[in-house]
């Protein structure tokens, strides 16, 4: 039985902390899942229209490292299934390390398309099946290569109670900027996934062109 832990309560008095928090929480619920029982909690941003959810288990702790993950969300690959991306499975792996460990948290964030939104994010599929890599196809759009912000997501893990992190991440960019908001983080988790055939593009881009930790 997962028991529900009182965010607002506590809230670190942490020296890294974002003073100004900008999101408020909505509702929680229980969320079983085939992988497990987790907790989920949605918050709003009040500078935006954007909505976060945060899926969770075990104590919160601002003195225990805790692992988490910020996940931009894909709806072609959380949702649909493309395999012309490694987003699906690194978001299911995540909830399972979680749930082995038995504590955790995952922000999952409004970000489509590293920050484009979907209907821009199609558009540079399309980019990309005329030969265009990620990167490339957002540059040729008028897009930052990532527009992610990740300010927020960290206020999230604030207010749940984190501090530590353990920051589940190929990403060196994500933890510089999670460390900027303010969130102490002890250590990175590498997470591989086994790619498809159709991925292969995407990850040697990520890798070479973002600096992306993976070994491809």
Known sequence: MLE??????????????????TVERVATAKLPTQIGE???TGYRSLTSDEEFVVIYKGDMEA????????H???????VFGSIKCDCGPQLHKAMEMIEAEGRGAIVYQQQEGRGIGIINKIRAYALQDQGADTVEANEQLGFAVDSRNYQQCAEILFDLGLCK?????????????LE?????????????VA?????????????EKMGHLINF
Not at 6 to 21: G, K, L
Request: charged share 25%; glycine share 2%.
């Open 4 to 21: 529900k832990t009182s965010p607002t309560e506590n809230v670190p008095d942490c020296p890294w902390s974002a003073r100004s928090v």
């Open 38 to 40: 987790f907790l989920i």
């Open 63 to 70: 003195e225990v490292p805790t692992l988490v993950r910020i």
């Open 72 to 78: 931009s969300q894909c709806l072609t690959g959380d």
């Open 165 to 177: 992190v353990r920051v589940i991440s190929n990403n060196p960019d994500k933890l510089k900027a």
């Open 180 to 192: 900027a908001a303010g969130l102490r983080i002890v250590e990175r988790i590498p997470i591989e």
């Open 195 to 207: 790619a498809e055939k159709p991925a292969a593009h995407y990850m040697r881009t990520k890798k």
